[in-house]
């Protein structure tokens, strides 16, 4: 009985032990997108040089398990990302990502989590000491305690009156006043235009003498 294969990597070459590998990972699970763009961006950071698509396409499945037909899609992913940087020169497409970028990306990165994370502090300092500010004559006493149950209490008879209020709001002499106002002004209106009728049917008699008032009405 053979031992696994397994047993015989560390005497292999490396371009097969690692092929082999990349195999073995392939027969038991897929690759996820992230992991293909973890690989796609180390082979960029471990080669150093500028590469196009075509020789990207022919290189990432043998050295990184990631196939051919998806090597497009994450580099563009990288791209946009500016995880990869990339320029057109002539008719051909070329990507490249050094690690002195990388280096610097993650020290901005740092800078800004570092920046943000003292304003967060000078925040929180601002809000502790506003609030010792505001707790000066509010602790917690029986004398604090009975007013605050006062305030309960006159708010509650407020709320109360409130509906009572509610209830009379008809009789409110207020309420009747402009009730008056509203009743004056629509008698006003009205016997205005009875004048106007009357006016109208007299100027009709007057047109036609021999027309009725029933037969002007109508």
């Known amino acids: 009985h053979l031992p696994p294969l397994q047993h ?7 371009q097969l032990a690692t092929d082999f590998t990349i195999g ?3 027969k038991r699970k897929g690759v996820s997108y992230a992991e293909k763009q973890e690989r796609m961006q180390a082979y960029f950071l471990e080669t150093k040089e500028v590469h196009t698509l075509k020789i990207l396409e022919r290189k990432l499945p043998k050295v ?28 051909g497409n070329f990507y490249w990502s050094f690690p ?3 280096v610097h990306k993650r ?7 570092n920046s943000d994370i003292a304003m967060k502090k000078q925040k929180i300092e601002s809000l502790n ?3 010792e500010s505001l707790s000066v004559g509010r602790e917690d006493t029986n ?6 149950q006062l305030l309960e209490s006159l708010k509650s008879k407020i709320c109360e009156v409130d509906g009572k209020l509610h209830k009379y709001a008809a009789s409110d002499p207020k309420v009747i006043e402009e009730k008056k106002k509203a009743i004056k002004f629509c008698f006003e209106n009205a016997n205005r235009w009875v004048d106007n009728v009357f006016q109208c049917l007299s100027f009709a008699k007057k047109k036609r003498p021999d027309l009725k008032d029933k037969d002007v009405l109508k």
Do not use: C, H, W
């Open 8 to 14: 015989f990597l560390p005497f292999l070459p490396r």
């Open 24 to 26: 073995a990972m392939g």
């Open 64 to 91: 990184k398990g990631i196939v051919s037909q998806s090597v497009k899609d994450v580099l563009q992913s990288l791209v946009d990302d500016e995880k990869v940087d990339y320029d057109k020169i002539g008719s």
């Open 100 to 102: 002195s970028k990388a």
């Open 107 to 113: 020290k901005t990165k740092i800078e800004k989590l």
């Open 129 to 131: 000491k506003e609030k």
């Open 143 to 148: 004398e604090r305690q009975k007013k605050l």
